[in-house]
Protein backbone atom coordinates (compact mmCIF):
# COMPACT_ATOMS: atom_id res chain seq x y z
CA UNK A 1 0.00 0.00 0.00
CA UNK A 2 1.39 3.19 -0.90
CA UNK A 3 0.56 6.31 0.66
CA UNK A 4 1.28 9.56 -0.34
CA UNK A 5 2.30 12.89 1.84
CA UNK A 6 0.64 16.34 1.35
CA UNK A 7 2.14 18.89 3.41
CA UNK A 8 0.42 21.59 3.97
CA UNK A 9 2.55 23.40 6.73
CA UNK A 10 2.99 26.53 4.15
CA UNK A 11 -0.30 26.93 3.52
CA UNK A 12 -3.12 25.50 6.08
CA UNK A 13 -0.17 25.87 8.76
CA UNK A 14 0.83 29.63 8.67
CA UNK A 15 -2.88 30.31 9.17
CA UNK A 16 -2.35 29.35 12.87
CA UNK A 17 -2.81 32.56 14.39
CA UNK A 18 0.22 35.35 14.99
CA UNK A 19 1.90 33.00 12.06
CA UNK A 20 3.44 34.89 9.24
CA UNK A 21 6.37 33.97 7.23
CA UNK A 22 8.68 35.91 4.94
CA UNK A 23 9.46 34.36 1.27
CA UNK A 24 12.56 33.47 2.40
CA UNK A 25 11.48 31.99 5.38
CA UNK A 26 9.12 29.92 3.63
CA UNK A 27 11.67 28.69 0.71
CA UNK A 28 13.74 27.30 4.04
CA UNK A 29 11.12 25.15 5.08
CA UNK A 30 10.26 24.23 1.72
CA UNK A 31 14.27 22.94 1.33
CA UNK A 32 13.74 21.13 4.36
CA UNK A 33 10.25 19.62 3.60
CA UNK A 34 11.73 18.27 -0.08
CA UNK A 35 15.04 17.04 1.91
CA UNK A 36 12.16 14.92 4.37
CA UNK A 37 10.51 13.54 1.29
CA UNK A 38 7.20 14.42 1.32
CA UNK A 39 5.52 13.60 -1.93
CA UNK A 40 3.72 17.16 -2.25
CA UNK A 41 4.39 20.79 -0.82
CA UNK A 42 1.56 23.09 -0.54
CA UNK A 43 3.23 26.08 -0.44
CA UNK A 44 0.60 28.27 0.11
CA UNK A 45 -2.32 30.59 -1.51
CA UNK A 46 -0.93 32.36 -4.40
CA UNK A 47 -3.71 34.71 -4.41
CA UNK A 48 -3.17 35.86 -1.02
CA UNK A 49 -0.62 38.24 -2.01
CA UNK A 50 2.76 40.37 -3.38
CA UNK A 51 4.40 38.48 -0.83
CA UNK A 52 2.73 34.85 -1.03
CA UNK A 53 3.52 34.82 -4.32
CA UNK A 54 6.95 36.10 -4.45
CA UNK A 55 7.28 32.97 -1.67
CA UNK A 56 6.21 30.48 -3.78
CA UNK A 57 7.86 31.55 -6.78
CA UNK A 58 11.16 31.37 -4.77
CA UNK A 59 10.27 27.46 -4.08
CA UNK A 60 9.32 26.54 -7.74
CA UNK A 61 12.74 28.63 -9.12
CA UNK A 62 14.81 25.77 -6.65
CA UNK A 63 14.02 22.68 -8.92
CA UNK A 64 12.67 20.53 -6.20
CA UNK A 65 11.80 16.88 -6.80
CA UNK A 66 8.97 17.40 -4.80
CA UNK A 67 5.05 18.37 -6.01
CA UNK A 68 4.81 22.21 -5.93
CA UNK A 69 1.50 22.79 -5.43
CA UNK A 70 -0.71 26.07 -4.88
CA UNK A 71 -4.12 26.19 -2.83
CA UNK A 72 -7.09 27.75 -4.85
CA UNK A 73 -10.52 28.16 -4.62
CA UNK A 74 -12.87 27.34 -7.82
CA UNK A 75 -12.25 30.84 -9.74
CA UNK A 76 -10.04 32.17 -11.98
CA UNK A 77 -8.28 34.55 -10.82
CA UNK A 78 -6.71 32.21 -8.21
CA UNK A 79 -6.03 29.33 -11.03
CA UNK A 80 -4.22 32.28 -12.40
CA UNK A 81 -2.43 33.31 -9.54
CA UNK A 82 -1.11 29.83 -9.61
CA UNK A 83 -0.07 29.75 -13.22
CA UNK A 84 1.93 32.73 -12.60
CA UNK A 85 4.00 31.06 -9.64
CA UNK A 86 4.57 28.19 -11.97
CA UNK A 87 3.56 25.59 -9.88
CA UNK A 88 3.13 21.99 -10.30
CA UNK A 89 -0.45 21.87 -9.46
CA UNK A 90 -3.68 23.30 -7.67
CA UNK A 91 -5.44 22.06 -4.76
CA UNK A 92 -9.03 23.62 -6.22
CA UNK A 93 -11.06 23.91 -2.86
CA UNK A 94 -14.92 24.18 -3.35
CA UNK A 95 -17.30 24.39 -0.75
CA UNK A 96 -19.93 21.48 -0.64
CA UNK A 97 -22.02 21.67 2.88
CA UNK A 98 -25.42 23.44 2.44
CA UNK A 99 -24.03 25.63 5.87
CA UNK A 100 -21.17 27.12 3.42
CA UNK A 101 -23.43 27.14 0.47
CA UNK A 102 -26.47 28.99 1.78
CA UNK A 103 -24.69 31.62 4.61
CA UNK A 104 -20.99 32.19 2.73
CA UNK A 105 -21.52 31.33 -0.76
CA UNK A 106 -25.32 32.40 -0.93
CA UNK A 107 -24.88 29.71 -3.95
CA UNK A 108 -27.09 27.25 -5.20
CA UNK A 109 -25.73 23.43 -5.32
CA UNK A 110 -26.31 23.50 -9.22
CA UNK A 111 -24.30 26.72 -9.30
CA UNK A 112 -21.10 25.78 -7.33
CA UNK A 113 -21.38 22.40 -9.21
CA UNK A 114 -20.86 23.96 -12.40
CA UNK A 115 -18.22 26.81 -10.80
CA UNK A 116 -16.13 23.58 -9.44
CA UNK A 117 -16.23 21.92 -12.99
CA UNK A 118 -15.89 25.15 -14.99
CA UNK A 119 -12.67 25.91 -13.27
CA UNK A 120 -11.23 22.32 -13.23
CA UNK A 121 -11.25 22.47 -16.85
CA UNK A 122 -9.95 25.85 -16.74
CA UNK A 123 -6.78 24.83 -14.88
CA UNK A 124 -6.23 21.70 -16.73
CA UNK A 125 -6.93 23.26 -20.39
CA UNK A 126 -3.59 25.48 -18.61
CA UNK A 127 -1.37 22.41 -17.86
CA UNK A 128 -2.09 22.31 -14.19
CA UNK A 129 -2.72 19.07 -12.18
CA UNK A 130 -5.51 19.34 -10.16
CA UNK A 131 -6.48 17.67 -7.00
CA UNK A 132 -10.63 18.90 -6.23
CA UNK A 133 -11.12 19.26 -3.03
CA UNK A 134 -14.51 19.25 -0.88
CA UNK A 135 -14.38 21.99 2.31
CA UNK A 136 -16.63 21.51 4.65
CA UNK A 137 -17.28 17.73 2.95
CA UNK A 138 -18.24 15.52 6.21
CA UNK A 139 -21.50 17.90 7.16
CA UNK A 140 -22.22 17.61 3.13
CA UNK A 141 -25.00 15.62 1.73
CA UNK A 142 -23.27 12.16 0.60
CA UNK A 143 -25.21 12.26 -2.84
CA UNK A 144 -24.33 15.46 -3.96
CA UNK A 145 -20.56 15.11 -2.51
CA UNK A 146 -20.19 11.99 -4.80
CA UNK A 147 -21.57 13.84 -7.63
CA UNK A 148 -18.94 17.41 -7.47
CA UNK A 149 -16.33 14.48 -6.76
CA UNK A 150 -17.42 12.30 -10.42
CA UNK A 151 -18.28 15.95 -12.50
CA UNK A 152 -14.27 16.75 -11.52
CA UNK A 153 -12.69 13.87 -12.19
CA UNK A 154 -14.70 13.64 -15.82
CA UNK A 155 -13.70 17.32 -15.75
CA UNK A 156 -10.13 16.20 -15.58
CA UNK A 157 -9.05 16.21 -11.96
CA UNK A 158 -6.62 14.03 -11.20
CA UNK A 159 -6.67 13.72 -7.75
CA UNK A 160 -9.93 13.90 -4.88
CA UNK A 161 -9.48 15.97 -1.27
CA UNK A 162 -12.20 15.47 1.08
CA UNK A 163 -11.77 18.33 3.56
CA UNK A 164 -13.04 17.71 7.55
CA UNK A 165 -12.32 21.17 7.69
CA UNK A 166 -13.85 21.47 11.47
CA UNK A 167 -12.85 18.02 12.56
CA UNK A 168 -15.87 16.37 13.05
CA UNK A 169 -15.08 13.01 12.64
CA UNK A 170 -14.67 9.99 14.50
CA UNK A 171 -12.32 7.59 13.53
CA UNK A 172 -15.68 5.18 13.06
CA UNK A 173 -17.08 7.51 11.27
CA UNK A 174 -13.63 8.50 9.18
CA UNK A 175 -13.14 4.52 7.90
CA UNK A 176 -17.17 5.08 6.52
CA UNK A 177 -17.00 8.34 5.32
CA UNK A 178 -13.93 7.77 3.43
CA UNK A 179 -14.83 4.11 2.65
CA UNK A 180 -17.68 5.54 0.45
CA UNK A 181 -15.82 7.51 -1.54
CA UNK A 182 -12.97 5.68 -2.32
CA UNK A 183 -15.86 4.00 -4.53
CA UNK A 184 -15.11 6.73 -6.78
CA UNK A 185 -11.97 4.79 -8.41
CA UNK A 186 -10.08 7.94 -7.96
CA UNK A 187 -6.95 9.23 -5.64
CA UNK A 188 -8.52 9.85 -2.53
CA UNK A 189 -7.19 12.70 -0.04
CA UNK A 190 -7.41 12.71 3.87
CA UNK A 191 -7.71 16.01 5.33
CA UNK A 192 -8.62 16.14 8.55
CA UNK A 193 -8.43 19.13 11.39
CA UNK A 194 -7.91 18.89 15.47
CA UNK A 195 -11.10 20.51 17.14
CA UNK A 196 -12.07 17.64 18.74
CA UNK A 197 -7.98 16.46 19.02
CA UNK A 198 -8.78 13.44 16.67
CA UNK A 199 -7.10 14.50 13.27
CA UNK A 200 -4.24 12.02 13.44
CA UNK A 201 -6.78 9.32 14.34
CA UNK A 202 -9.34 10.00 11.80
CA UNK A 203 -6.65 10.36 9.04
CA UNK A 204 -5.20 6.86 9.96
CA UNK A 205 -9.00 5.57 9.83
CA UNK A 206 -9.00 6.98 6.31
CA UNK A 207 -6.18 5.81 5.06
CA UNK A 208 -7.41 2.32 5.99
CA UNK A 209 -10.83 3.18 4.83
CA UNK A 210 -8.91 3.34 1.27
CA UNK A 211 -7.83 6.62 0.53
CA UNK A 212 -4.06 6.85 -0.90
CA UNK A 213 -2.83 10.38 0.26
CA UNK A 214 -2.82 12.23 3.50
CA UNK A 215 -2.63 16.14 3.89
CA UNK A 216 -0.67 17.51 7.59
CA UNK A 217 1.26 19.71 8.65
CA UNK A 218 4.74 19.80 10.80
CA UNK A 219 3.70 19.93 14.79
CA UNK A 220 0.46 19.86 13.77
CA UNK A 221 0.03 23.22 13.17
CA UNK A 222 -3.43 25.39 11.55
CA UNK A 223 -6.08 27.28 12.36
CA UNK A 224 -7.75 26.93 15.79
CA UNK A 225 -6.81 23.53 17.19
CA UNK A 226 -4.98 23.35 13.90
CA UNK A 227 -4.74 20.06 11.80
CA UNK A 228 -3.13 16.40 11.62
CA UNK A 229 0.65 16.14 12.93
CA UNK A 230 2.30 14.93 10.18
CA UNK A 231 4.83 13.02 12.39
CA UNK A 232 2.51 11.29 14.36
CA UNK A 233 0.70 9.95 11.26
CA UNK A 234 4.01 8.75 9.44
CA UNK A 235 5.66 6.90 12.33
CA UNK A 236 2.13 5.87 13.20
CA UNK A 237 1.93 4.63 9.71
CA UNK A 238 5.44 2.72 9.90
CA UNK A 239 5.13 1.08 13.69
CA UNK A 240 1.64 0.27 14.14
CA UNK A 241 0.73 -0.17 10.42
CA UNK A 242 3.69 -1.46 8.46
CA UNK A 243 3.22 0.93 5.65
CA UNK A 244 6.57 3.16 4.53
CA UNK A 245 5.94 6.46 2.95
CA UNK A 246 8.96 8.01 1.11
CA UNK A 247 9.10 10.57 4.43
CA UNK A 248 12.61 10.32 6.12
CA UNK A 249 11.65 9.78 9.44
CA UNK A 250 14.99 10.21 10.57
CA UNK A 251 14.25 14.06 10.10
CA UNK A 252 11.36 14.40 11.50
CA UNK A 253 12.68 15.37 15.15
CA UNK A 254 15.19 18.05 13.62
CA UNK A 255 12.52 19.36 10.99
CA UNK A 256 10.10 20.19 13.99
CA UNK A 257 12.18 22.20 15.76
CA UNK A 258 13.08 24.05 12.54
CA UNK A 259 9.26 24.46 12.00
CA UNK A 260 9.03 25.36 15.71
CA UNK A 261 11.40 28.33 15.68
CA UNK A 262 10.56 29.84 12.15
CA UNK A 263 6.72 29.94 12.96
CA UNK A 264 7.30 31.24 17.19
CA UNK A 265 5.14 28.07 17.54
CA UNK A 266 6.71 26.43 20.31
CA UNK A 267 5.49 22.85 21.67
CA UNK A 268 4.27 21.09 24.91
CA UNK A 269 6.60 19.13 26.57
CA UNK A 270 4.48 16.11 26.06
CA UNK A 271 3.55 16.56 22.39
CA UNK A 272 4.01 12.72 20.84
CA UNK A 273 7.24 11.75 18.81
CA UNK A 274 8.44 15.08 19.04
CA UNK A 275 7.92 17.07 22.44
CA UNK A 276 10.98 17.08 24.77
CA UNK A 277 9.48 14.85 27.04
CA UNK A 278 8.53 11.95 24.25
CA UNK A 279 11.73 9.95 25.27
CA UNK A 280 12.11 11.33 29.12
CA UNK A 281 12.05 9.34 32.15
CA UNK A 282 11.89 9.94 35.71
CA UNK A 283 9.84 7.32 37.14
CA UNK A 284 12.57 5.07 38.99
CA UNK A 285 10.40 2.14 37.71
CA UNK A 286 10.31 3.07 34.15
CA UNK A 287 13.71 4.32 34.33
CA UNK A 288 15.30 1.20 35.25
CA UNK A 289 13.23 -0.55 32.75
CA UNK A 290 14.71 1.27 29.83
CA UNK A 291 18.02 1.03 31.18
CA UNK A 292 17.93 -2.58 31.06
CA UNK A 293 15.54 -3.01 28.05
CA UNK A 294 14.82 0.71 26.08
CA UNK A 295 11.26 -1.50 25.07
CA UNK A 296 10.12 -2.00 27.86
CA UNK A 297 8.83 1.83 28.22
CA UNK A 298 9.31 2.87 24.80
CA UNK A 299 6.94 2.02 21.85
CA UNK A 300 9.59 3.22 19.82
CA UNK A 301 13.24 4.69 19.84
CA UNK A 302 14.38 7.89 20.03
CA UNK A 303 17.13 7.73 17.43
CA UNK A 304 14.20 6.82 14.78
CA UNK A 305 12.85 10.02 14.82
CA UNK A 306 16.08 11.48 15.19
CA UNK A 307 15.16 12.76 18.61
CA UNK A 308 17.37 11.54 22.41
CA UNK A 309 16.43 9.92 25.52
CA UNK A 310 16.30 11.57 28.36
CA UNK A 311 16.12 10.98 32.11
CA UNK A 312 15.15 13.42 34.36
CA UNK A 313 15.73 14.03 38.03
CA UNK A 314 12.97 14.06 40.75
CA UNK A 315 11.03 12.62 43.28
CA UNK A 316 10.13 9.99 41.61
CA UNK A 317 13.22 9.04 40.36
CA UNK A 318 15.10 5.62 41.48
CA UNK A 319 18.53 4.66 42.45
CA UNK A 320 18.53 2.69 39.45
CA UNK A 321 18.74 5.68 36.92
CA UNK A 322 20.73 7.77 39.59
CA UNK A 323 23.43 5.67 39.84
CA UNK A 324 24.02 5.95 35.99
CA UNK A 325 23.58 9.13 36.14
CA UNK A 326 26.08 9.66 38.62
CA UNK A 327 28.88 7.58 36.17
CA UNK A 328 27.63 9.67 33.21
CA UNK A 329 28.32 12.60 35.53
CA UNK A 330 32.16 10.75 36.10
CA UNK A 331 31.49 10.58 39.78
CA UNK A 332 32.08 7.25 41.99
CA UNK A 333 29.95 6.17 44.85
CA UNK A 334 29.64 3.65 47.42
CA UNK A 335 26.31 2.55 48.12
CA UNK A 336 26.09 4.31 51.50
CA UNK A 337 26.76 7.54 49.63
CA UNK A 338 24.63 6.67 46.53
CA UNK A 339 21.35 6.60 49.42
CA UNK A 340 22.77 9.93 50.99
CA UNK A 341 22.31 11.95 47.58
CA UNK A 342 19.62 9.90 46.70
CA UNK A 343 17.30 10.63 49.74
CA UNK A 344 18.62 14.42 49.09
CA UNK A 345 17.38 14.66 45.46
CA UNK A 346 13.82 12.94 46.69
CA UNK A 347 13.64 15.57 49.39
CA UNK A 348 14.54 18.36 46.63
CA UNK A 349 11.84 16.78 44.54
CA UNK A 350 9.28 17.00 47.24
CA UNK A 351 9.50 20.91 47.68
CA UNK A 352 8.44 21.13 43.77
CA UNK A 353 12.56 21.50 42.90
CA UNK A 354 13.76 20.77 39.15
CA UNK A 355 16.55 18.85 39.94
CA UNK A 356 19.04 20.07 37.44
CA UNK A 357 22.49 18.62 36.90
CA UNK A 358 24.30 21.23 38.54
CA UNK A 359 21.85 20.61 41.58
CA UNK A 360 23.10 16.87 41.21
CA UNK A 361 26.66 17.69 41.08
CA UNK A 362 26.61 19.91 43.85
CA UNK A 363 24.68 17.27 46.28
CA UNK A 364 27.02 14.85 45.03
CA UNK A 365 30.16 16.84 45.89
CA UNK A 366 29.01 17.74 48.95
CA UNK A 367 28.12 14.40 49.53
CA UNK A 368 31.69 13.17 48.91
CA UNK A 369 33.51 16.31 49.89
CA UNK A 370 34.46 17.56 46.60
CA UNK A 371 34.46 21.09 45.82
CA UNK A 372 34.29 22.33 42.72
CA UNK A 373 36.79 23.95 40.65
CA UNK A 374 35.61 27.05 38.77
CA UNK A 375 37.33 27.22 34.96
CA UNK A 376 35.34 30.10 34.26
CA UNK A 377 34.57 32.52 37.29
CA UNK A 378 32.67 35.83 38.07
CA UNK A 379 35.03 38.57 38.54
CA UNK A 380 32.38 41.62 38.16
CA UNK A 381 29.28 42.77 36.28
CA UNK A 382 28.55 46.00 36.11
CA UNK A 383 24.86 46.97 34.72
CA UNK A 384 23.21 50.56 33.05
CA UNK A 385 19.89 50.30 32.10
CA UNK A 386 16.79 52.87 31.94
CA UNK A 387 13.80 54.19 29.86
CA UNK A 388 16.50 56.39 27.72
CA UNK A 389 19.50 53.82 27.82
CA UNK A 390 20.17 50.66 25.54
CA UNK A 391 20.66 48.07 28.30
CA UNK A 392 24.43 47.49 28.49
CA UNK A 393 26.45 45.18 30.62
CA UNK A 394 30.21 44.87 31.20
CA UNK A 395 31.74 41.52 32.95
CA UNK A 396 35.33 40.62 33.82
CA UNK A 397 35.32 36.37 33.77
CA UNK A 398 38.31 35.23 35.76
CA UNK A 399 38.91 31.79 32.66
CA UNK A 400 41.68 29.45 33.50
CA UNK A 401 43.09 32.17 35.63
CA UNK A 402 42.93 34.94 32.62
CA UNK A 403 40.73 37.77 33.05
CA UNK A 404 38.68 38.74 30.32
CA UNK A 405 36.65 42.13 30.36
CA UNK A 406 33.94 42.64 27.56
CA UNK A 407 30.74 44.41 27.34
CA UNK A 408 27.41 44.23 25.27
CA UNK A 409 23.85 45.15 24.60
CA UNK A 410 20.86 43.67 24.54
CA UNK A 411 17.16 44.42 25.16
CA UNK A 412 16.88 43.98 28.63
CA UNK A 413 19.73 44.23 31.49
CA UNK A 414 19.85 40.35 31.13
CA UNK A 415 19.83 39.82 28.15
CA UNK A 416 23.11 42.28 27.54
CA UNK A 417 24.82 40.37 30.55
CA UNK A 418 24.41 37.09 28.97
CA UNK A 419 25.84 38.40 25.27
CA UNK A 420 28.91 40.22 27.56
CA UNK A 421 29.71 36.52 28.95
CA UNK A 422 28.95 34.72 25.59
CA UNK A 423 31.24 37.53 23.61
CA UNK A 424 33.96 36.55 26.90
CA UNK A 425 33.86 33.16 25.43
CA UNK A 426 33.48 33.47 22.09
CA UNK A 427 36.75 33.23 20.91
CA UNK A 428 36.92 29.53 22.31
CA UNK A 429 33.61 28.17 22.65
CA UNK A 430 30.04 29.15 21.27
CA UNK A 431 27.55 28.25 24.13
CA UNK A 432 23.99 28.07 22.90
CA UNK A 433 21.49 29.04 25.31
CA UNK A 434 18.20 27.03 24.39
CA UNK A 435 15.99 27.79 27.26
CA UNK A 436 15.29 30.16 29.92
CA UNK A 437 13.27 30.12 32.81
CA UNK A 438 12.13 32.56 35.97
CA UNK A 439 10.52 31.73 39.21
CA UNK A 440 9.94 34.48 41.95
CA UNK A 441 10.38 31.44 44.81
CA UNK A 442 8.39 33.35 47.59
CA UNK A 443 6.27 36.39 47.17
CA UNK A 444 7.25 40.36 47.38
CA UNK A 445 9.60 42.61 46.18
CA UNK A 446 12.34 40.69 47.67
CA UNK A 447 11.73 37.32 46.63
CA UNK A 448 14.60 35.31 45.49
CA UNK A 449 14.69 34.67 41.84
CA UNK A 450 15.28 31.13 40.58
CA UNK A 451 16.20 31.15 37.03
CA UNK A 452 17.29 27.51 35.23
CA UNK A 453 18.73 27.54 31.90
CA UNK A 454 19.53 24.88 29.13
CA UNK A 455 22.47 25.08 27.03
CA UNK A 456 23.94 23.43 24.30
CA UNK A 457 27.84 23.02 23.30
CA UNK A 458 28.73 20.80 19.98
CA UNK A 459 26.07 17.80 20.94
CA UNK A 460 26.23 18.19 24.88
CA UNK A 461 23.60 19.80 26.87
CA UNK A 462 23.22 20.64 30.43
CA UNK A 463 21.03 22.68 32.23
CA UNK A 464 21.60 24.76 35.53
CA UNK A 465 20.48 26.99 37.70
CA UNK A 466 21.06 30.11 39.83
CA UNK A 467 18.91 31.29 42.74
CA UNK A 468 19.98 34.95 44.04
CA UNK A 469 17.23 38.02 44.91
CA UNK A 470 18.66 39.84 41.78
CA UNK A 471 17.11 38.39 38.36
CA UNK A 472 20.54 39.61 36.96
CA UNK A 473 22.79 37.78 39.03
CA UNK A 474 20.61 34.95 39.30
CA UNK A 475 20.70 34.55 35.64
CA UNK A 476 24.59 35.29 35.01
CA UNK A 477 25.00 32.76 37.95
CA UNK A 478 22.74 30.16 36.12
CA UNK A 479 24.64 30.88 33.05
CA UNK A 480 28.44 30.32 34.25
CA UNK A 481 27.55 27.15 36.08
CA UNK A 482 26.46 25.43 32.82
CA UNK A 483 29.16 27.03 31.00
CA UNK A 484 31.53 25.39 33.85
CA UNK A 485 29.43 21.97 33.79
CA UNK A 486 30.11 22.35 29.76
CA UNK A 487 33.54 23.52 29.39
CA UNK A 488 35.24 23.36 32.74
CA UNK A 489 36.77 19.96 32.02
CA UNK A 490 37.76 20.93 28.54
CA UNK A 491 39.30 24.16 29.79
CA UNK A 492 41.54 22.00 32.08
CA UNK A 493 42.72 19.75 29.83
CA UNK A 494 43.51 21.66 27.31
CA UNK A 495 41.07 20.51 24.77
CA UNK A 496 39.65 24.03 23.92
CA UNK A 497 41.17 26.20 21.37
CA UNK A 498 43.72 28.44 23.14
CA UNK A 499 42.06 30.64 26.22
CA UNK A 500 42.47 34.20 24.74
CA UNK A 501 44.81 36.44 26.56
CA UNK A 502 43.68 38.67 29.33
CA UNK A 503 41.75 41.90 27.16
Known amino acids: MEIRVLDTTLRDGEQTPGVSLTPDEKLRIALR ?4 GVDIIEAGSAITSTGEREGIKKITSEGLST ?23 VHLVVPTSDLHLEHKLRKSREEVLQQAVDCTEYAVDHGLLVELSAEDSTRSDMEFLKEV ?7 GAKRICACDTVGMLTPDKSFEFYGELSKLKAPLSVHCHNDFGLAVANSLSGLK ?21 LEEIIVSLYSLYDIKTN ?6 YETSRMVARMTGVYLQPNK ?10 ESGIHADGVI ?14 GHQRRFVMGKHIGTSLLKKRLQELGLKVDENQLIQIFNRVKSLGDMGKCVTDVDLQAISEDVLGIMEEKMVDLEEVTIVSGNKVIPTASVKLKIDNNEILEAGVGIGPVDAAIVAIKKSISDFADVTLEEYHVDAITGGTDALIDVVVKLRYEDEVVSARGTQPDIIMASVEAFLSGVNRLLGDKIKDGSLKKIPDEK
Not at 149 to 155: E, K
Open 272 to 281: AIVGENAFAH
Open 67 to 89: EICSFARAVKIDVDAALECGVDS
Open 33 to 36: LDAL
Open 149 to 155: FRQGIQA
Open 209 to 229: AGATEVHATINGIGERAGNAA
Open 292 to 305: KKAETYEPITPELV
Open 247 to 252: VNIQML
